[in-house]
């Protein structure tokens, strides 16, 4: 793993490269559960509340939903226990940014969530980690017992009164479960099914009761926050993204790794600057990229350099969706899959139809049979069993997935199938026109894209 040097100072990743990252020694002579002490000694749960909300904060699971609005809806005078709940479920594919953190800073993720416990007014949290996350339960764990044997956690933290218990709790593998409702509904033993909203967790979530759902990286980010307040904070960045984000890079690039960044740099500098991606690997072209995570639509080379109005454009959540789905993508959850030009999209965009259908939860028919159409839709123009016809059917199934579902995976399923026929219909075309040649170059049809898509380095 790679961690990019930053303009400012790195707030979430500055830690792990010291020795013994994950000891509570390290974190706290490096400045650690500083935050806990601050709020405690001085602050009261809405002052703690009121510097998120400064901060501009804004969630990191993808969604970017401000998380100090999100704890204030939070009711105060709700009889029952309040919960925080951290989600580490982490499984979209591309996105491999809270694994490395929890792995190497778990403190931070425990201060993280002492503080946020603390400014909603909850005793008791749970991390909701992917099962496959095997060995970083056991690190949790074992940070989460250091913290308690020395007073940062449990009954009474630092002699306040204030009481903090964290669990974890491994969920059993399944992508859906990373959705808040459906992370609630697992939590309490049930099958993993999204819940309709409203009501929102943070009035109605686990057992009925008032629940605030936050990511590993943004509870995480609440502590920098805090340590240097949330007008500082949200000097980082630009406009309304602010602060720093962690950012998985993976695919055709020569520094695949987990960096931090501060949103005020250019797509064009993260992918080419030796600081962070390192160029196009093997010396080949950008073609295309996902840039937050398999759910958002795919950009053509052209239009992810630039905007369509020809603005160079920037690791920013305004940014990277400025031309909106027809020309534009999403931040998402930090993902950032890089195409090289030997790539094949018809290939890539059957892969993600694959894993949508294989995870659809199949509440819902748009979903439960539209994923499934979508895959074998894709797998016949993959293999040379493609009609022309079959690109607008596709085309009309993925926009009837679009916004008829209970929850956002319906979404996520058709997305990338629209991005994918809007900027590379040509690769579609040619699948089915010459489908023997498809077979035989069994991958990469770069050479066939429109000169436009496939942008030298
Ligand atoms: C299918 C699906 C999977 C999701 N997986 C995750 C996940 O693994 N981690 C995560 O933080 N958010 C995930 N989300 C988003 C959560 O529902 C929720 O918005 C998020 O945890 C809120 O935290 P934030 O406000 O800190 O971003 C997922 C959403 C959907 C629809
Ligand atoms: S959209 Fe898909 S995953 Fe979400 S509730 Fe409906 S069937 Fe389940």
Known sequence: MFIGAIGCEPLQLARVHLENSRSLDVYRKNGGYEAIKKVLDSMSPDDVINEVKKSALRGRGGAGFPTGMKWSFVPKDSPKPKYVVCNADESEPGTFKDRYLMEFVPH?????????????????????????????????????????????????????GFDCEIYVHRG???????EETSLIESLEGKRGYPRIKPPFPAVKGLWDCPTVVNNVET???????INIGGE??????IGKSTGTKLLSA???????????????ISVEEFIYSDEYCGGIAKGRRLKACIPGGS????????????????????????????GGFQKGSMMGSGG?????????VVRNTLTLARFYRHESCGQCSPCREGTGWMEKILHNIEYGKGKMSDIDLLWDIQSKIEGNTICPLGDAAAWPVAAAIRHFR?????????????????YGLANYAKPLEVVGA
Not at 124 to 133: N, Q
């Open 232 to 237: 500082e904070y949200a000097k980082i960045g």
């Open 108 to 160: 931070l993720l425990i201060e993280g969530l002492i503080v946020s416990s603390y400014a909603i007014g909850s005793n008791r949290t749970y991390i909701y980690i992917r099962g496959e996350f095997a060995w970083i339960v056991d690190i949790l764990n074992q940070a989460i017992a250091e913290a308690k044997n020395n007073g940062w956690l449990g009954k009474n933290i630092l002699g306040t």
């Open 250 to 264: 993976c695919g055709n690039i020569k520094k695949p790794g987990v960096y931090e960044i501060e949103m005020n």
């Open 426 to 442: 040509d690769e579609f075309e040619w699948h089915i026109y010459d489908p023997q040649e498809a077979q035989r170059r069994n």
């Open 219 to 225: 509870l995480a980010a609440v502590v920098p926050i």
């Open 336 to 344: 950032f899959i890089v195409l090289d030009e030997d790539q094949c």
């Open 172 to 178: 059993a593998g399944a992508y859906i479960c990373g």
């Open 295 to 322: 759910s958002v639509p795919i950009l053509p080379a052209n239009l992810l350099l630039k905007t369509a109005k020809g603005e160079t454009r920037m690791m920013t959540y305004e940014s990277l969706a400025d």
